[in-house]
T-cell receptor, first 110, second 113 residues
Framework: AQSVTQPDIHITVSEGASLELRCNYS??????LFWYVQSPGQGLQLLLK??????LVQGIKGFEAEFKRSQSSFNLRKPSVHWSDAAEYFC????????FGAGTRLTVKP | EAGVAQSPRYKIIEKRQSVAFWCNPI?????LYWYQQILGQGPKLLIQ????????DSQLPKDRFSAERLKGVDSTLKIQPAKLEDSAVYLC???????????FGPGTRLTVL
């Protein structure tokens, strides 16, 4: 069965520090991969997506993610976090269906 | 470009009552999704339409939930009768076609008392 795991429920980083949010999936084939961000009271916004090709993808707001087929992972990274990045982050996978992870809540310390 | 519209934004009902949500996707988007997001969890896909046909409804509790997308544009999601555990935000999203970038509406927050 398809599943998406985000192992970290909550992460706290200092402003300016680097960030990595983990995502692992279980799927019958290589699915399309997405990262979305949800700020309090806001809708979900797409940060980046992977369909095929270069396994390192760039997104909006300085985020990037790397697809590792051997590890069934699609981790999200940012070299320097800003206070405005505090939000809930969701990994999603799918082909003709979509499955979201439970989310990782990011807190940014000043 | 107008985004995905949903109404109502908030709804409070008592258990065993019925409720309906409406979604108007972005013009030209063939694929429409309904998700249920319970507090503290990720969105859970309830049903996916491609035009007016159902692609995936494997996680839709069909004994109480129903959805339709007449004419392949607007969609309604209905719950009848509602249970306490249906309290959640119901999100509608649309995409041009298939598993592409989804654009989400603001959601409808349902409280079942």
């Amino acid at each position: 069965a398809q599943s998406v795991t985000q192992p970290d429920i909550h992460i706290t980083v200092s402003e300016g520090a680097s960030l990595e949010l983990r995502c692992n999936y279980s799927y019958g084939a290589t699915p399309y991969l997405f990262w979305y961000v949800q700020s309090p009271g806001q809708g979900l916004q797409l940060l980046l997506k992977y369909f095929s090709g270069d396994t390192l993808v760039q997104g909006i707001k300085g985020f990037e993610a790397e697809f590792k087929r051997s590890q069934s992972s699609f981790n999200l990274r940012k070299p320097s976090v800003h206070w405005s990045d505090a939000a809930e982050y969701f990994c999603a996978v799918g082909l003709n269906d979509m499955r979201f992870g439970a989310g990782t809540r990011l807190t940014v310390k000043p | 470009e107008a985004g995905v519209a949903q109404s109502p934004r908030y709804k409070i009902i008592e258990k065993r009552q019925s409720v309906a949500f409406w979604c108007n996707p972005i013009s030209g988007h063939a694929t429409l999704y309904w998700y249920q997001q319970i507090l503290g969890q990720g969105p859970k896909l309830l049903i996916q339409f491609q035009n007016n046909g159902v692609v995936d409804d494997s996680q839709l509790p069909k004994d109480r939930f129903s959805a339709e997308r007449l004419k392949g544009v607007d969609s309604t999601l209905k719950i009848q009768p509602a249970k306490l555990e249906d309290s959640a935000v119901y999100l509608c999203a649309s995409s041009l076609a298939g598993p592409n970038e989804q654009f989400f509406g603001p959601g409808t927050r349902l409280t079942v008392l």
